[in-house]
Nanobody
Framework: QVQLVESGGGLVQPGGSLKLSCAAS??????MGWYRRAPGKERELVAR???????NYADSVKGRFTISRDNAKNTVYLEMNGLKPDDTAIYYC???????WGPGTQVTVSS
C-alpha cells in the first residue's frame, strides 16, 4: 500500500519556526511537493524538490521556507522560519509524478 504521512504541524507564534516531515513509500518517492490550503483559499504549491535536489518555491515563502529530502529515509522535509499568520493552513505532501497526496497536517500561526 503506497502512502504519504505528514507530521510536525502545530500551533506557533508569529515569527516562530516549525519543521514538517513527510514519510513516503519507496515506490512513490520521486519529485515531491509541499502544498497548503488556507481557509477559504485554493490549494497552492509551497515548494517542490526533485530526486536530484533541485528546488523551487512560491514567492510568498522564498527566504523563509526550505525544502529538503533524505533519499535513504524516503522522507521530505519543509523547514519553516519567520512564520506569519498568513501561513496558517493545512499542509499537504504530494508525490508529483504519481499524484498521490498525504492526509495533511495543520499549521496555525497565532499569538
Amino acid at each position: 500500500q503506497v502512502q504519504l504521512v505528514e507530521s510536525g504541524g502545530g500551533l506557533v507564534q508569529p515569527g516562530g519556526s516549525l519543521k514538517l516531515s513527510c514519510a513516503a513509500s519507496a515506490s512513490i518517492f520521486s519529485t515531491m511537493g509541499w502544498y497548503r490550503r488556507a481557509p477559504g483559499k485554493e490549494r497552492e504549491l509551497v515548494a517542490r524538490i526533485t530526486r536530484g535536489g533541485i528546488t523551487n518555491y512560491a514567492d510568498s515563502v522564498k527566504g523563509r521556507f526550505t525544502i529538503s529530502r533524505d533519499n535513504a529515509k524516503n522522507t521530505v522535509y519543509l523547514e519553516m522560519n519567520g512564520l506569519k499568520p498568513d501561513d496558517t493552513a493545512i499542509y499537504y505532501c504530494r508525490s508529483e509524478p504519481y499524484n498521490i497526496w498525504g492526509p495533511g497536517t495543520q499549521v496555525t500561526v497565532s499569538s
